[in-house]
């Protein structure tokens, strides 16, 4: 299934279910977003948007606390889950997505390769999940491979 497909799938479940998803992205820098809203009528089921690419803007916008970012770093599970609860709260929908990661060339390490992501996914009255990938490739190869992989957890999850 291609991104198009897939957008559109998530969308016509969305609308089904009557569900506003909101995003925080990182290493994406919104490329969910947009894909989200390239499609007509996304008004339906798209809140907003966080494009959060630095610490600081984590922190104004979603309040990830200082204290996750020095002890966790960024690209952590943690930071990932406090994405999209910040997201959740600081917006109308009903679900939070978020993404962080390391797109490279750099930025890597032998601890937190190129092509780590963390997911975050939330809803109102219920637990975060938070899902991890590796991904393979250049820079482009691996934000559209997490653009994919974050649409398919939230159909996964929504499907649940």
Excluded at 21 to 27: L, R
Excluded at 77 to 84: D, L, P, R
Excluded at 101 to 109: E, K, L, Q, Y
Excluded at 125 to 140: H, K, T, Y
Aim: negative net charge; glycine residues 10%.
């Amino acid at each position: 299934m291609d991104l198009s497909d897939l957008v559109k799938t998530l969308s016509d479940v969305l609308r089904m279910k009557q569900l506003r998803i909101c995003c925080a992205e990182s290493c994406t820098g919104g490329l969910v977003c947009s894909l989200i809203t390239d499609l007509a009528g996304s008004s339906d089921i798209f809140d907003r948007g966080f494009v959060t690419y630095s610490n600081q803007s984590k922190i104004d916008l979603l309040g990830v606390s200082q204290a996750i970012l020095n002890q966790f770093g960024a690209v952590s599970a943690e930071c990932a889950a406090a994405m999209a609860l910040g997201a959740l709260k600081n917006s109308e929908a009903d679900l939070a997505l978020s993404i962080t990661g390391i797109a490279g060339p750099s930025g890597g390490s032998a601890e937190k390769p190129v092509g780590l992501v963390y997911f975050g996914f939330a809803r109102r009255q219920s637990e975060v999940v938070v899902a991890q990938i590796n991904l393979p490739g250049e820079r482009q190869d691996i934000r559209f491979a997490a653009a994919r992989a974050a649409l398919e957890l939230v159909l996964n999850k929504i499907g649940e």
